[in-house]
């Protein structure tokens, strides 16, 4: 069984929004951080959104701050990621991984520090 099933991606104008799911599977979803990533064509994966295991911490990497939003659902056991505001360098695939570590008070942008990665979902932004 995939640990994380990321859905919702496609094709959206720029300025339009989606919303992303990943949703886990595995171990307690609760006890762990969870993060979204994204990797563009040729380019490296990067930090995209961290939220810690009982979603009082969030953290974004600065060039998507302000315009998305992570959140989670405990009890559904999914992780969302809302994207507003989309630009054309927003296209990548993006996924989602959950922490290796119990109960990460802070969010850490390592992405040694996730495991259990989701196959991706494609988000392109059309200018």
């Known amino acids: 069984q995939v640990p994380m099933a990321e859905s919702g991606g496609g094709l959206v104008q720029a300025g339009g929004s989606l919303k992303l799911s990943c949703a886990a599977s595995?171990?307690?979803?609760?006890?762990?951080?969870m993060g979204w990533f994204r990797q563009a064509p040729g380019k490296e994966r990067e930090f995209v959104a961290g939220?810690?295991?009982?979603?009082?911490?969030?953290y974004y990497g600065d060039s998507v701050k302000g315009r998305f939003t992570i959140s989670r659902d405990n009890v559904k056991k999914t992780v969302y990621l809302q994207m507003n505001s989309l630009k054309p360098e927003d296209t990548a695939v993006y996924y989602c991984?959950?922490?290796?570590?119990?109960?990460?008070?802070?969010?850490?942008?390592?992405?040694?520090?996730?495991?259990?990665w989701g196959q991706g979902t494609q988000v392109t932004v059309s200018s």
């Open positions: 939220i810690n295991y009982n979603a009082d911490n969030t």
């Open positions: 991984a959950r922490d290796r570590s119990l109960w990460r008070v802070v969010v850490t942008t390592a992405e040694t520090a996730y495991a259990d």
């Open positions: 595995g171990r307690t979803f609760s006890n762990y951080a």
